[in-house]
Protein backbone atom coordinates (compact mmCIF):
# COMPACT_ATOMS: atom_id res chain seq x y z
CA UNK A 1 0.00 0.00 0.00
CA UNK A 2 1.23 3.61 -0.93
CA UNK A 3 1.50 5.71 2.21
CA UNK A 4 1.21 9.48 2.34
CA UNK A 5 2.21 11.65 4.55
CA UNK A 6 1.88 15.62 5.11
CA UNK A 7 4.27 18.13 6.56
CA UNK A 8 4.93 21.73 7.21
CA UNK A 9 1.36 22.89 8.15
CA UNK A 10 1.15 25.30 11.11
CA UNK A 11 -0.05 28.72 13.21
CA UNK A 12 0.95 31.64 10.56
CA UNK A 13 -0.21 35.32 10.46
CA UNK A 14 -2.38 36.77 7.65
CA UNK A 15 -0.40 37.72 4.73
CA UNK A 16 2.26 35.09 5.86
CA UNK A 17 3.59 31.75 4.05
CA UNK A 18 4.09 27.88 5.01
CA UNK A 19 5.52 25.45 2.71
CA UNK A 20 3.41 21.97 2.79
CA UNK A 21 4.97 18.61 1.64
CA UNK A 22 3.93 15.14 0.84
CA UNK A 23 5.79 12.44 1.09
CA UNK A 24 4.82 8.94 -1.31
CA UNK A 25 6.27 6.07 0.32
CA UNK A 26 5.68 1.84 0.47
CA UNK A 27 5.41 -0.51 -2.14
CA UNK A 28 6.03 0.66 -5.59
CA UNK A 29 3.91 2.13 -7.17
CA UNK A 30 2.93 4.28 -10.86
CA UNK A 31 0.99 6.92 -10.43
CA UNK A 32 0.28 10.46 -12.86
CA UNK A 33 -0.03 13.00 -10.67
CA UNK A 34 -0.25 14.84 -7.00
CA UNK A 35 -2.57 17.29 -5.77
CA UNK A 36 -3.76 18.94 -2.89
CA UNK A 37 -6.98 19.47 -1.40
CA UNK A 38 -8.63 21.45 1.86
CA UNK A 39 -11.14 20.69 4.10
CA UNK A 40 -12.00 23.12 6.92
CA UNK A 41 -15.02 22.46 9.65
CA UNK A 42 -18.75 22.28 8.68
CA UNK A 43 -17.84 22.42 4.18
CA UNK A 44 -16.92 20.01 1.42
CA UNK A 45 -13.35 19.06 0.82
CA UNK A 46 -12.01 21.25 -2.03
CA UNK A 47 -9.39 21.34 -4.89
CA UNK A 48 -6.41 23.30 -4.52
CA UNK A 49 -3.48 22.40 -6.62
CA UNK A 50 -2.41 19.49 -8.64
CA UNK A 51 1.10 18.56 -10.99
CA UNK A 52 1.45 16.02 -13.38
CA UNK A 53 4.17 13.66 -12.18
CA UNK A 54 6.49 13.50 -15.42
CA UNK A 55 5.53 16.88 -17.38
CA UNK A 56 5.02 19.08 -14.25
CA UNK A 57 1.91 20.75 -15.92
CA UNK A 58 -0.05 22.19 -12.69
CA UNK A 59 -3.57 23.44 -12.28
CA UNK A 60 -5.02 25.36 -9.43
CA UNK A 61 -8.21 26.64 -8.15
CA UNK A 62 -8.91 30.16 -9.26
CA UNK A 63 -8.62 31.50 -5.04
CA UNK A 64 -5.85 30.54 -4.97
CA UNK A 65 -3.51 31.12 -7.92
CA UNK A 66 -1.42 33.62 -7.79
CA UNK A 67 -0.75 32.67 -4.05
CA UNK A 68 0.20 29.01 -4.02
CA UNK A 69 2.17 27.35 -6.26
CA UNK A 70 2.70 23.17 -6.53
CA UNK A 71 6.09 21.63 -6.94
CA UNK A 72 7.36 18.09 -7.06
CA UNK A 73 10.83 16.72 -6.23
CA UNK A 74 10.13 13.17 -8.95
CA UNK A 75 13.29 11.22 -7.51
CA UNK A 76 12.08 12.05 -3.85
CA UNK A 77 8.55 11.36 -4.09
CA UNK A 78 7.35 14.50 -2.96
CA UNK A 79 5.30 17.21 -3.63
CA UNK A 80 4.98 20.50 -2.25
CA UNK A 81 2.51 23.16 -1.76
CA UNK A 82 4.05 26.52 -1.13
CA UNK A 83 1.40 28.96 0.16
CA UNK A 84 2.39 32.71 0.28
CA UNK A 85 -0.19 36.06 1.37
CA UNK A 86 -2.28 33.30 3.45
CA UNK A 87 -5.62 34.68 4.26
CA UNK A 88 -8.10 33.65 6.76
CA UNK A 89 -9.96 31.82 4.55
CA UNK A 90 -7.14 29.40 3.83
CA UNK A 91 -7.89 27.95 7.12
CA UNK A 92 -8.33 23.75 6.71
CA UNK A 93 -6.95 20.71 7.06
CA UNK A 94 -4.62 20.15 3.81
CA UNK A 95 -4.44 16.77 2.52
CA UNK A 96 -2.52 15.52 -0.60
CA UNK A 97 -3.49 12.79 -2.83
CA UNK A 98 -2.55 10.30 -5.87
CA UNK A 99 -4.06 10.08 -9.00
CA UNK A 100 -3.34 6.54 -10.71
CA UNK A 101 -4.49 7.64 -14.06
CA UNK A 102 -4.43 10.28 -16.25
CA UNK A 103 -6.12 13.74 -14.88
CA UNK A 104 -9.36 14.67 -16.74
CA UNK A 105 -9.11 17.88 -15.36
CA UNK A 106 -6.95 16.80 -12.18
CA UNK A 107 -9.35 19.18 -9.92
CA UNK A 108 -12.38 16.61 -8.75
CA UNK A 109 -11.91 14.01 -5.64
CA UNK A 110 -13.23 10.90 -7.42
CA UNK A 111 -9.81 11.22 -9.65
CA UNK A 112 -7.57 10.54 -6.86
CA UNK A 113 -7.17 7.13 -5.35
CA UNK A 114 -5.06 7.26 -2.16
CA UNK A 115 -5.23 10.12 0.19
CA UNK A 116 -2.65 11.32 2.82
CA UNK A 117 -4.22 11.99 7.21
CA UNK A 118 -4.03 16.15 6.34
CA UNK A 119 -2.08 18.85 8.29
CA UNK A 120 -3.76 21.18 9.85
CA UNK A 121 -2.87 24.83 8.53
CA UNK A 122 -4.31 27.90 10.80
CA UNK A 123 -3.86 31.15 9.46
CA UNK A 124 -4.78 33.80 12.29
CA UNK A 125 -6.13 37.71 11.72
Known amino acids: QVQLVESGGGLVQAGGSLRLSCVAS????????MGWFRQAPGKEREFVAAIAWSAGETVYADDVKGRFAISRATARNTVYLQMNSLKSEDTAVYYC??????????????????WGQGTQVTVSS
Open 26 to 33: GRRFSYYG
Open 97 to 114: AISTVRFYRGTSREEYDY
